[in-house]
């Protein structure tokens, strides 16, 4: 299987493929993402999630902030379960989401712990990582305010996707912080 034109293995592909099934199920019950787009789980959701891993292919531990439906951090978790050393630290503080991420994680062998925590606290509980990710959780100011502590004590690097008021928000953010 290609998946944004690079080749994973059949285990992997069986890994998405399942977590497909496994949103799909849980999205019915829970709001995970927005109904207009639950169609659209491979090319808008998982896709879309698993660039990020290709700017990072190697092993290394992630934090994903926000992780409600599991974009983009149960997605990198599975590319990440056939490297030894991968480990996606997921946060949640809806209760009802982290329950899902924890099936998520658990189902599809996928290398990963659901950290049922606000944001906030997440930076004085959480070990150190080399990555942090976020999608659809805020703009890009308070993103870097929430992964600060990891990008300055550890030298993380932040992986946040965003939409199309992208340079407006990379324009706003220059004004406070410093980043490439």
Known sequence: MMLNGRSVSR??????????????????????VAPSTLNEIW????????????????????????SGGGFPGVVTAILLAELEDGWVHLVESNHKKAAFL????????????????????????LPECQ??????LADLDQLLSYSSDWMVETEARGFFHKGRDYRREVSEARSRWDFD
Do not use: C, M, Y
Not at 46 to 60: G, K, N, R, T, V
Not at 131 to 136: N, P
């Open 102 to 125: 924890r099936v998520a994680l658990n189902e599809t062998g996928a290398r990963g712990s659901v950290h049922p925590l606000r944001i906030e606290q997440a930076a004085h509980e």
């Open 11 to 32: 285990e992997t592909q069986e890994r998405l493929e399942h977590f497909a099934t496994l949103f799909s199920k849980w999205a019915k019950t829970i709001n995970l």
């Open 43 to 66: 090319q808008r959701h998982i896709a879309d999630s698993a660039q990020i891993f290709q700017l990072s292919p190697e092993p290394s531990k992630w934090i994903d902030l926000g």
């Open 131 to 136: 990555r942090v990710s976020a999608r659809a």
